[in-house]
């Protein structure tokens, strides 16, 4: 029996007696929300984007405020005015892509039937790109990625014989072999990685591309190297957890200045843990080295070593068509394919 009827033996369904067919216009429970349902609704987008989003939405509130504008719902001229204020105080373009993406996101879900369009800002922010691109400006800024030869010299940079000499190791290396973002590497439990045969098996539960959590084992083949072979630098660790007592919860965790064994490690410590390893190992710009040269690094040695695009993106939890498994490959192809290899220059 469903809420308002009943099916019969020959399959037809008839209304319960008393219950209106036609239920009319809705009323303000229809649209009502608990405090639990919002809660889960905003737990359904990955934190460091609810972060980055309500940074921005509350900038462009404050600007609105402040000019006399309705923030919500907006017009197409406001998000217009305010994408050129953005542009005049020197922002980057990825910052104001995020800030149009973030005002329309709250548009969406405020549910305001309708978005301001996005086309008269997107051409002010084509013009403030041009610009910068004529005056010397910089592009999109990118990690650079770590090399095998580099990745090499920062784990012989981490003292072995110390607590957080083997995390730090554990950590390079994983972050390198799982092309590992680092809210991925900060997840992992403790019985996430598993030793078989031929390496280690690591279960991501969730990351950004895999918006139901469905999870995804992670296959990473034995090293041929000592220092950065995986499975050693995963049994050093587990040993170090194993005297430290501890036998579930977080892999990747905080060690104190006497070497014990403290709570989770957090995501922007991953990127001081990797900058500070790569000053230390003499690593081409050192200085712009972030965790996600890691992830880059991963994506780029693969492919140099003939890896098909299609195996690293899926290996990277990359959508398929992933403009930035497209701008690594590049960057190994304007080298491989150069027209003026070997031409006698």
Known sequence: MSQHGQVLPAGEWRPISGAPE????????D??????????????????????????????????AGHGRLALPATAATLAEYTAALCAAGQAPASIEQA??????????????GQPSTEAARLALRAHKRRRAEGGGRGQREAPPITIDALRAMVAACDLATTRGR???????????????????????????????????VTIRTSKTDKDSAGE??????????????????????????????DGGRLLRRV???????????????????????????????????????RAGGATVAYAAGVPVAVIAKHGRWAPASPVVLRYIRAVDRWRDNAMRNVGL
């Open 22 to 29: 036609n239920r009319g216009a809705h009323t303000a429970a």
């Open 31 to 64: 649209h009502a929300l608990s405090a639990d349902t919002r809660r889960l609704i905003a737990d359904g987008v990955p934190a460091n984007t609810r972060r980055a989003y309500a940074r921005q939405w509350s900038a462009f509130t404050a600007w609105c």
């Open 100 to 113: 149009l993406a973030a005002v329309r996101t709250m548009h969406r879900l405020s549910g305001h039937p």
């Open 167 to 201: 995390r730090d190791r554990l950590l390079l290396v994983l972050g390198l072999a799982l092309m590992g973002r680092r809210s991925e590497l900060v997840a992992l439990l403790r019985d996430d990685v598993r030793e078989v045969a031929d390496g280690l098996e």
């Open 217 to 246: 084992t992670i296959a990473i083949p034995r090293g041929s190297h000592p220092l950065t072979d995986p499975v050693t630098a995963w049994r050093d660790w587990l040993h170090v957890l194993d005297q430290a007592g501890q």
């Open 256 to 294: 104190n200045r006497h070497g014990g064994v403290g709570p989770s490690l957090g995501a922007d410590a991953v990127n001081v843990i990797v900058r500070d390893l790569a000053v230390r190992a003499g690593v081409p710009a050192a200085e712009t080295v972030t965790a996600h040269s890691l």
